[in-house]
Protein backbone atom coordinates (compact mmCIF):
# COMPACT_ATOMS: atom_id res chain seq x y z
CA UNK A 1 0.00 0.00 0.00
CA UNK A 2 1.29 3.30 -0.68
CA UNK A 3 1.86 6.38 1.67
CA UNK A 4 -0.49 8.77 2.05
CA UNK A 5 0.80 12.19 2.74
CA UNK A 6 -1.20 14.63 4.82
CA UNK A 7 -1.13 17.11 2.50
CA UNK A 8 0.79 17.48 -1.20
CA UNK A 9 0.77 19.65 -4.29
CA UNK A 10 -1.17 18.80 -7.53
CA UNK A 11 0.71 19.82 -10.33
CA UNK A 12 -0.64 18.78 -14.06
CA UNK A 13 0.66 19.48 -17.81
CA UNK A 14 -0.77 22.99 -17.61
CA UNK A 15 1.30 23.98 -14.56
CA UNK A 16 4.22 22.78 -16.33
CA UNK A 17 3.98 23.45 -19.66
CA UNK A 18 4.06 27.41 -18.07
CA UNK A 19 6.70 27.06 -15.85
CA UNK A 20 8.71 25.76 -19.37
CA UNK A 21 7.09 28.62 -21.32
CA UNK A 22 8.99 30.99 -18.87
CA UNK A 23 12.45 28.73 -18.64
CA UNK A 24 12.49 29.60 -22.68
CA UNK A 25 11.77 33.22 -22.44
CA UNK A 26 13.95 35.84 -21.83
CA UNK A 27 13.17 37.04 -18.29
CA UNK A 28 13.99 34.02 -15.61
CA UNK A 29 12.96 36.72 -13.19
CA UNK A 30 11.45 40.13 -13.02
CA UNK A 31 9.58 39.49 -16.45
CA UNK A 32 5.67 39.59 -17.21
CA UNK A 33 4.74 36.96 -15.10
CA UNK A 34 5.50 37.69 -11.69
CA UNK A 35 2.68 41.38 -12.46
CA UNK A 36 -0.07 38.39 -13.60
CA UNK A 37 0.24 36.26 -10.53
CA UNK A 38 -0.37 39.92 -8.32
CA UNK A 39 -3.24 40.93 -10.56
CA UNK A 40 -4.74 37.20 -10.51
CA UNK A 41 -4.86 36.72 -6.20
CA UNK A 42 -5.75 40.55 -6.20
CA UNK A 43 -8.42 39.64 -8.43
CA UNK A 44 -9.41 36.28 -6.02
CA UNK A 45 -9.18 39.14 -3.08
CA UNK A 46 -11.84 41.12 -4.37
CA UNK A 47 -11.84 44.63 -5.77
CA UNK A 48 -9.77 47.86 -4.66
CA UNK A 49 -6.89 45.30 -3.58
CA UNK A 50 -3.37 45.00 -4.55
CA UNK A 51 -1.03 42.27 -4.17
CA UNK A 52 2.87 41.87 -3.83
CA UNK A 53 4.78 38.55 -4.36
CA UNK A 54 7.71 37.81 -2.42
CA UNK A 55 9.57 34.56 -2.21
CA UNK A 56 7.99 33.34 1.23
CA UNK A 57 4.96 33.99 3.71
CA UNK A 58 7.70 34.17 5.86
CA UNK A 59 9.56 37.29 3.55
CA UNK A 60 5.91 38.60 3.37
CA UNK A 61 5.26 38.49 7.07
CA UNK A 62 9.06 39.94 8.11
CA UNK A 63 7.96 42.83 5.20
CA UNK A 64 4.25 43.48 6.41
CA UNK A 65 5.40 44.20 9.81
CA UNK A 66 8.20 46.56 8.66
CA UNK A 67 5.49 48.19 6.47
CA UNK A 68 3.30 49.10 9.88
CA UNK A 69 6.66 50.35 11.42
CA UNK A 70 7.35 47.65 13.91
CA UNK A 71 11.04 48.15 15.51
CA UNK A 72 12.55 48.03 18.69
CA UNK A 73 10.31 48.93 21.79
CA UNK A 74 6.72 47.31 20.03
CA UNK A 75 5.28 44.64 20.78
CA UNK A 76 3.02 42.11 18.61
CA UNK A 77 0.71 39.20 19.34
CA UNK A 78 -0.41 36.27 17.63
CA UNK A 79 -1.77 32.59 18.22
CA UNK A 80 0.43 30.05 20.16
CA UNK A 81 -1.18 27.42 17.94
CA UNK A 82 0.67 28.38 14.30
CA UNK A 83 3.56 27.90 12.57
CA UNK A 84 6.70 29.50 14.01
CA UNK A 85 6.73 32.47 11.63
CA UNK A 86 3.71 33.86 12.22
CA UNK A 87 5.75 34.78 15.69
CA UNK A 88 9.31 34.96 14.04
CA UNK A 89 8.29 38.26 11.95
CA UNK A 90 8.24 40.25 15.08
CA UNK A 91 11.51 39.22 16.54
CA UNK A 92 13.26 40.22 12.84
CA UNK A 93 12.51 43.73 13.56
CA UNK A 94 13.58 43.86 17.17
CA UNK A 95 9.86 43.52 18.35
CA UNK A 96 9.02 41.64 21.59
CA UNK A 97 6.16 39.13 21.08
CA UNK A 98 3.70 37.74 23.02
CA UNK A 99 0.37 35.59 22.50
CA UNK A 100 -3.00 35.24 22.49
CA UNK A 101 -4.60 32.03 23.83
CA UNK A 102 -7.27 30.44 21.65
CA UNK A 103 -10.56 28.98 21.24
CA UNK A 104 -9.99 25.07 21.71
CA UNK A 105 -13.35 24.75 19.22
CA UNK A 106 -11.76 26.12 16.11
CA UNK A 107 -8.05 25.94 17.07
CA UNK A 108 -8.05 29.68 16.22
CA UNK A 109 -7.50 32.79 18.83
CA UNK A 110 -10.43 33.48 20.84
CA UNK A 111 -12.03 37.33 20.73
CA UNK A 112 -12.96 36.75 24.87
CA UNK A 113 -9.22 35.97 25.59
CA UNK A 114 -8.27 38.76 23.00
CA UNK A 115 -10.99 41.31 24.88
CA UNK A 116 -9.40 40.69 28.08
CA UNK A 117 -5.65 40.78 27.33
CA UNK A 118 -6.59 43.86 25.32
CA UNK A 119 -8.51 45.63 28.43
CA UNK A 120 -5.21 44.34 31.20
CA UNK A 121 -2.51 45.60 28.51
CA UNK A 122 -4.07 49.18 28.01
CA UNK A 123 -4.76 49.37 32.02
CA UNK A 124 -0.55 49.08 31.84
CA UNK A 125 0.04 50.72 28.71
CA UNK A 126 1.47 47.72 26.85
CA UNK A 127 -0.92 47.62 23.89
CA UNK A 128 0.38 45.59 20.99
CA UNK A 129 1.20 48.08 17.69
CA UNK A 130 0.39 44.90 15.62
CA UNK A 131 -1.90 41.88 15.89
CA UNK A 132 -1.55 38.75 14.13
CA UNK A 133 -4.76 36.63 13.49
CA UNK A 134 -3.85 33.37 11.65
CA UNK A 135 -6.83 31.55 9.90
CA UNK A 136 -5.88 28.22 11.24
CA UNK A 137 -6.84 25.10 8.83
CA UNK A 138 -8.19 27.47 6.60
CA UNK A 139 -11.04 28.26 8.84
CA UNK A 140 -11.28 32.61 8.93
CA UNK A 141 -10.74 34.41 12.39
CA UNK A 142 -13.58 36.08 13.45
CA UNK A 143 -12.31 39.19 11.55
CA UNK A 144 -15.54 41.48 12.60
CA UNK A 145 -14.60 41.54 16.15
CA UNK A 146 -10.99 42.03 15.73
CA UNK A 147 -11.17 45.31 13.39
CA UNK A 148 -13.73 46.79 15.65
CA UNK A 149 -11.01 45.98 18.46
CA UNK A 150 -8.39 47.29 16.62
CA UNK A 151 -10.43 50.81 15.95
CA UNK A 152 -11.09 50.81 19.69
CA UNK A 153 -7.50 50.05 21.30
CA UNK A 154 -5.42 51.25 17.90
CA UNK A 155 -3.51 48.07 16.78
CA UNK A 156 -2.82 47.28 13.59
CA UNK A 157 -3.81 43.65 11.89
CA UNK A 158 -1.51 41.47 9.76
CA UNK A 159 -3.93 38.38 8.80
CA UNK A 160 -1.23 35.10 8.47
CA UNK A 161 -3.44 33.79 5.79
CA UNK A 162 -1.53 30.86 4.66
CA UNK A 163 -3.87 28.29 4.95
CA UNK A 164 -6.75 30.22 3.82
CA UNK A 165 -6.54 31.59 0.41
CA UNK A 166 -9.75 31.07 -1.09
CA UNK A 167 -11.47 30.92 2.14
CA UNK A 168 -14.45 33.28 3.04
CA UNK A 169 -14.97 34.98 6.42
CA UNK A 170 -18.26 33.75 8.25
CA UNK A 171 -20.10 36.67 8.70
CA UNK A 172 -19.70 38.63 5.84
CA UNK A 173 -18.92 36.09 2.87
CA UNK A 174 -16.04 38.35 1.93
CA UNK A 175 -13.53 36.55 0.17
CA UNK A 176 -10.29 36.78 2.83
CA UNK A 177 -7.55 38.91 2.14
CA UNK A 178 -10.21 41.54 0.66
CA UNK A 179 -8.83 44.00 3.30
CA UNK A 180 -11.98 45.46 4.86
CA UNK A 181 -10.81 44.03 8.46
CA UNK A 182 -6.97 44.33 8.48
CA UNK A 183 -4.48 46.30 7.10
CA UNK A 184 -2.17 43.53 4.99
CA UNK A 185 -2.84 39.65 4.35
CA UNK A 186 -0.45 37.28 3.96
CA UNK A 187 -0.59 34.06 1.90
CA UNK A 188 1.60 31.31 1.36
CA UNK A 189 2.33 28.99 -1.93
CA UNK A 190 4.79 26.72 -0.16
CA UNK A 191 3.75 23.08 -1.70
CA UNK A 192 1.69 21.93 1.14
CA UNK A 193 -0.71 25.24 1.02
CA UNK A 194 -4.05 25.06 -1.07
CA UNK A 195 -1.78 26.52 -4.25
CA UNK A 196 1.80 26.37 -4.56
CA UNK A 197 4.41 27.91 -6.89
CA UNK A 198 7.22 26.22 -5.02
CA UNK A 199 8.33 28.74 -2.44
CA UNK A 200 6.31 32.00 -2.73
CA UNK A 201 4.01 34.13 -0.77
CA UNK A 202 1.80 37.38 -1.44
CA UNK A 203 1.13 40.03 1.02
CA UNK A 204 -3.11 41.95 0.25
CA UNK A 205 -3.69 45.36 0.76
CA UNK A 206 -6.51 47.69 0.29
CA UNK A 207 -3.54 50.53 1.75
CA UNK A 208 -1.77 52.22 -1.19
CA UNK A 209 0.93 53.63 0.67
CA UNK A 210 1.09 50.01 2.16
CA UNK A 211 1.55 48.31 -0.86
CA UNK A 212 4.27 50.55 -2.23
CA UNK A 213 6.13 50.33 0.88
CA UNK A 214 5.90 46.20 0.56
CA UNK A 215 7.63 46.87 -3.18
CA UNK A 216 10.69 48.98 -1.65
CA UNK A 217 11.40 46.62 0.76
CA UNK A 218 11.00 43.37 -1.40
CA UNK A 219 13.87 45.38 -3.44
CA UNK A 220 16.53 46.40 -1.07
CA UNK A 221 14.52 49.66 -0.04
CA UNK A 222 15.33 50.78 -3.32
CA UNK A 223 12.41 53.24 -4.98
CA UNK A 224 10.52 51.84 -7.74
CA UNK A 225 9.06 54.61 -8.77
CA UNK A 226 10.99 57.80 -8.52
CA UNK A 227 8.65 60.26 -9.74
CA UNK A 228 6.17 59.39 -6.91
CA UNK A 229 9.41 59.43 -4.37
CA UNK A 230 9.84 62.78 -6.10
CA UNK A 231 13.80 62.12 -5.89
CA UNK A 232 15.95 63.83 -8.08
CA UNK A 233 18.35 61.43 -10.27
CA UNK A 234 21.42 62.16 -11.83
CA UNK A 235 20.54 60.32 -14.93
CA UNK A 236 18.83 57.29 -16.48
CA UNK A 237 21.30 54.81 -15.14
CA UNK A 238 20.42 55.61 -11.22
CA UNK A 239 18.26 53.71 -9.07
CA UNK A 240 18.48 55.04 -5.31
CA UNK A 241 17.70 53.51 -1.95
CA UNK A 242 15.78 54.82 0.26
CA UNK A 243 15.43 52.41 3.21
CA UNK A 244 17.20 49.12 4.21
CA UNK A 245 15.05 46.43 2.16
CA UNK A 246 15.87 42.80 1.10
CA UNK A 247 15.66 40.77 -1.60
CA UNK A 248 12.89 39.21 -1.31
CA UNK A 249 11.72 38.62 -4.54
CA UNK A 250 9.51 35.99 -6.42
CA UNK A 251 11.06 34.51 -9.86
CA UNK A 252 8.77 34.54 -12.94
CA UNK A 253 9.51 30.52 -12.43
CA UNK A 254 7.91 30.40 -9.43
CA UNK A 255 5.05 32.76 -10.50
CA UNK A 256 4.31 30.76 -13.90
CA UNK A 257 3.35 28.23 -11.78
CA UNK A 258 1.39 30.13 -9.01
CA UNK A 259 -0.51 31.74 -11.86
CA UNK A 260 -1.49 28.94 -13.30
CA UNK A 261 -2.83 27.48 -10.00
CA UNK A 262 -4.75 30.04 -9.51
CA UNK A 263 -6.89 29.32 -12.28
CA UNK A 264 -7.75 26.24 -9.95
CA UNK A 265 -8.44 27.50 -7.11
CA UNK A 266 -11.93 26.94 -7.14
CA UNK A 267 -11.45 23.39 -7.82
CA UNK A 268 -9.39 22.70 -5.28
CA UNK A 269 -11.18 24.08 -2.28
CA UNK A 270 -14.08 22.28 -3.56
CA UNK A 271 -12.64 19.15 -3.47
CA UNK A 272 -11.23 19.92 0.28
CA UNK A 273 -14.77 20.86 1.14
CA UNK A 274 -16.11 17.61 0.00
CA UNK A 275 -12.96 15.64 1.65
CA UNK A 276 -13.94 17.86 5.36
CA UNK A 277 -17.66 16.68 5.32
CA UNK A 278 -17.10 13.63 3.89
CA UNK A 279 -15.01 13.02 6.86
CA UNK A 280 -17.54 14.79 9.29
CA UNK A 281 -19.59 12.40 8.21
CA UNK A 282 -18.04 8.61 8.71
CA UNK A 283 -15.86 10.21 11.66
CA UNK A 284 -19.11 11.58 13.95
CA UNK A 285 -19.42 7.84 15.09
CA UNK A 286 -15.65 7.26 16.21
CA UNK A 287 -14.19 8.17 19.70
CA UNK A 288 -12.68 11.31 17.93
CA UNK A 289 -13.72 15.27 18.14
CA UNK A 290 -13.73 16.40 14.65
CA UNK A 291 -13.89 20.45 12.96
CA UNK A 292 -16.98 21.83 13.36
CA UNK A 293 -18.65 21.73 9.71
CA UNK A 294 -17.60 25.03 7.50
CA UNK A 295 -18.44 25.70 4.29
CA UNK A 296 -16.50 28.80 4.16
CA UNK A 297 -13.13 27.38 5.22
CA UNK A 298 -10.55 26.44 3.08
CA UNK A 299 -9.63 23.11 4.59
CA UNK A 300 -6.04 23.28 4.19
CA UNK A 301 -5.45 21.05 6.94
CA UNK A 302 -8.22 18.27 8.67
CA UNK A 303 -7.42 18.37 12.73
CA UNK A 304 -9.03 15.69 14.44
CA UNK A 305 -8.72 15.46 18.34
CA UNK A 306 -8.50 12.24 20.29
CA UNK A 307 -7.65 11.35 24.14
CA UNK A 308 -4.51 13.22 25.22
CA UNK A 309 -3.36 10.10 26.61
CA UNK A 310 -3.38 8.02 23.52
CA UNK A 311 -2.76 10.55 21.34
CA UNK A 312 0.98 9.32 20.64
CA UNK A 313 0.00 5.67 20.55
CA UNK A 314 -2.65 5.96 17.83
CA UNK A 315 -0.42 8.41 15.78
CA UNK A 316 2.66 6.31 15.74
CA UNK A 317 0.14 3.39 14.65
CA UNK A 318 -1.48 5.36 11.98
CA UNK A 319 2.32 6.45 10.59
CA UNK A 320 2.82 2.70 11.07
CA UNK A 321 -0.49 1.77 8.67
CA UNK A 322 1.60 4.27 5.51
CA UNK A 323 -0.86 7.17 6.77
CA UNK A 324 0.89 10.59 6.97
CA UNK A 325 -0.54 12.81 9.70
CA UNK A 326 1.06 15.67 11.78
CA UNK A 327 0.39 17.67 14.43
CA UNK A 328 -0.72 21.39 14.08
CA UNK A 329 0.76 22.60 16.14
CA UNK A 330 2.96 22.23 18.78
CA UNK A 331 2.58 25.23 20.61
CA UNK A 332 4.99 28.34 19.32
CA UNK A 333 5.84 29.43 23.04
CA UNK A 334 7.33 26.40 24.31
CA UNK A 335 9.65 25.41 21.54
CA UNK A 336 12.73 26.15 22.85
CA UNK A 337 14.27 29.23 21.41
CA UNK A 338 10.54 30.91 22.79
CA UNK A 339 11.42 29.04 25.99
CA UNK A 340 14.72 31.18 26.25
CA UNK A 341 12.52 34.23 25.99
CA UNK A 342 10.70 33.45 28.98
CA UNK A 343 7.45 31.47 28.21
CA UNK A 344 6.44 28.23 29.67
CA UNK A 345 4.22 25.31 29.67
CA UNK A 346 0.83 26.75 31.42
CA UNK A 347 1.35 30.54 29.76
CA UNK A 348 -1.43 29.59 27.51
CA UNK A 349 -3.83 26.85 28.69
CA UNK A 350 -6.18 26.14 25.90
CA UNK A 351 -3.72 25.81 23.33
CA UNK A 352 -1.68 23.46 25.37
CA UNK A 353 -4.62 21.35 25.80
CA UNK A 354 -5.47 21.60 22.04
CA UNK A 355 -1.97 20.55 21.13
CA UNK A 356 -2.43 17.55 23.59
CA UNK A 357 -5.07 15.76 21.69
CA UNK A 358 -4.62 17.04 18.14
CA UNK A 359 -3.04 16.06 14.98
CA UNK A 360 -3.97 15.94 11.05
CA UNK A 361 -5.29 13.58 8.76
CA UNK A 362 -4.50 13.61 5.10
CA UNK A 363 -6.75 16.40 2.55
CA UNK A 364 -5.77 17.67 -0.29
CA UNK A 365 -7.57 17.71 -3.92
CA UNK A 366 -6.06 14.47 -5.21
CA UNK A 367 -6.84 12.32 -2.17
CA UNK A 368 -8.85 9.41 -3.30
CA UNK A 369 -12.25 8.57 -1.99
CA UNK A 370 -10.25 4.60 -2.04
CA UNK A 371 -7.34 6.44 0.35
CA UNK A 372 -10.06 7.94 2.29
CA UNK A 373 -11.53 5.47 3.18
CA UNK A 374 -8.33 3.75 4.69
CA UNK A 375 -7.67 6.59 6.34
CA UNK A 376 -11.01 5.78 8.12
CA UNK A 377 -11.03 2.44 8.78
CA UNK A 378 -7.65 2.26 10.21
CA UNK A 379 -8.52 5.17 12.81
CA UNK A 380 -12.23 3.23 13.59
CA UNK A 381 -9.71 -0.32 14.55
CA UNK A 382 -7.68 2.20 16.73
CA UNK A 383 -9.90 4.64 17.97
CA UNK A 384 -13.39 2.38 17.96
CA UNK A 385 -16.75 3.57 18.32
CA UNK A 386 -18.47 5.78 20.53
CA UNK A 387 -20.65 3.91 23.02
CA UNK A 388 -24.64 4.10 21.34
C1 LIG B 1 3.31 27.81 5.98
C2 LIG B 1 3.04 28.88 6.96
C3 LIG B 1 3.82 30.04 7.05
C4 LIG B 1 5.11 30.21 6.29
O1 LIG B 1 4.96 30.05 4.94
P1 LIG B 1 6.26 29.98 3.98
O2 LIG B 1 5.70 30.34 2.64
O3 LIG B 1 6.75 28.57 4.07
O4 LIG B 1 7.25 30.96 4.49
C5 LIG B 1 3.44 31.04 7.93
N1 LIG B 1 2.35 30.90 8.71
C6 LIG B 1 1.58 29.80 8.67
C7 LIG B 1 0.37 29.72 9.54
C8 LIG B 1 1.91 28.74 7.81
O5 LIG B 1 1.16 27.64 7.80
Not at 194 to 220: C, F, V, Y
Not at 325 to 347: A, D, E, I, M
Request: charged residues 20%.
Amino acid sequence: MAFIPYGRQQINHDDIAAVVRVLESECLTQGPIVPQFEAAVAEICGPSVEAVAVNSATSALHLACLALGVGPGDTVWTSPITFVASANCALYCGASIDFVDIDIETGNMSISALEQKLATAKHHGLLPKVLIPVHYSGRACNMLRIHALAKEYGFKVIEDASHAIGAFYEDSALPVGSGCYSDITVFSFHPVKIITSGEGGMATSQNKQLIKRLRRLRTHGIAQCPEDDRIETEGPWQYQQIELGFNYRMTDIHAALGLSQTKKLHEFIARRRCIAESYNKTLAALNIACPLPSSYSAWHIYPIQVEKSERLSIFKKMRAADIGVQVHYYPVHLQPYYRRLGFTPGCFPEAEKYYAGVFSIPAYPALTAEDQGRVVSTLEDLVGRRPI
